[in-house]
């Protein structure tokens, strides 16, 4: 049994995955020993709890508790190389590519399919699926954000743990502009405008537990937990009073952030039955988050596009990804186009 260490982070490491970090340093830790740390509060970042999936920055100290002395493993596990993707899905990969350079690869990231592991969701998501996007690279793409398991649209990989520092630096000073494309139930009032509602983590049952809770913001400040929050929306178009296509731009980037935020204005994104109802119905707090007939049930919430300064070329970059087969089927159902709007509506705002 070794006593506490307290290891620094180098600037080869930055943006690497804590799960990840740990079985560089120590090779012996199974997954489920670093998530036990890490629910005990045991792993520390900058003194700070952490999850598995938390990303290192360079300079940042990791405090690791005492850990059991390493068995002897066989050689051929020493030296087992990463997962094949299977073909079906190196392909399925491979087609979703929407630009590459020898810098990063943008992916349009198919609803269903998870950014990366977690509990329960197993091995097949982006970040392991990354491995059929090398491309001759000794080492596969790395993820610099992501998107919920069954939201789709433009992703960014990078292609070095450089590109990903400087990716995930542009993430967090806001230096990128995100636009989402939804269905919602009903027709939001005004058609354009921010929602400014803050968000905690919900409380009580597992169910309640994995939802966000919209607040007042005065009432953040003095909330455990809760977190300031900025959407900007503008209705596209519209279905009556029935349902619009909105424009979403997540100016912060808080969890399920979109998707709360509308939920809580009354007009949940169609197919989100964590944050509506399984219904149509409107009971007077919400509209239902389905539209019936032939519509999909599935969430209507895609990253339509991303614009960014290169990391490199600093040249700037527009990335656009075209609807997800559910969504499109809606579009072309209740007449809308994709040619009668424009790629901002929000007239250059500042957006994140």
Known sequence: MTGV?????????????????????????????????CRKGELRLDGARVRAATRVRPGQEVRVPPLPAPTARPAAEEHRAPARPAEDDRRMMREAVLYM??????INKPPGLP??????????????????????????????????????????????????????EAFRSRATRKIYWAAVAGVPSPRKGTIRY???????????????????PDEVDRTPGAKRARTDYAVLSTLGKRA???????????????????????????????YGTRGQENLGDGWGAQLGGEV????????????????????EMVITAPLPAHMKRTWDMVGWSVEDVPDDPFDGTEGG
Do not use: N, Y
């Open 5 to 37: 260490q307290r290891l620094r982070v180098t600037e080869d490491e930055g943006e690497m995955r804590l799960d990840r970090w740990l079985r560089r340093h120590f090779p012996h830790l199974s997954q489920g020993q670093i998530e036990r740390m």
């Open 101 to 106: 350079d020898d810098h990063l690869v943008a």
């Open 115 to 168: 950014s990366q592991g977690g509990s329960g969701q197993g091995q097949r998501h982006v970040d392991a699926l990354a491995e059929a996007l090398r491309f001759g690279r000794a080492e596969k793409p790395l993820l610099v954000h992501r998107l919920d398991k069954d939201t789709s649209g433009v992703l960014l990989l990078a292609r070095s743990p450089r590109v990903a520092r400087r990716l995930s």
């Open 198 to 216: 803050g968000l905690v983590k919900g409380a009580g049952s597992r169910a309640e537990a994995e939802r966000m809770r919209c607040l007042h």
């Open 244 to 274: 619009a296509w909105v424009a979403l731009v997540p100016v912060t980037g808080r969890t399920h952030q979109l998707r709360a935020h509308m939920a809580a204005m009354g007009h949940p994104i169609i197919g989100d039955t964590k």
């Open 296 to 315: 999909s049930r599935k969430l209507h919430l895609h990253a339509r596009s991303i614009r960014f300064r290169h990391p490199i070329t600093g040249a």
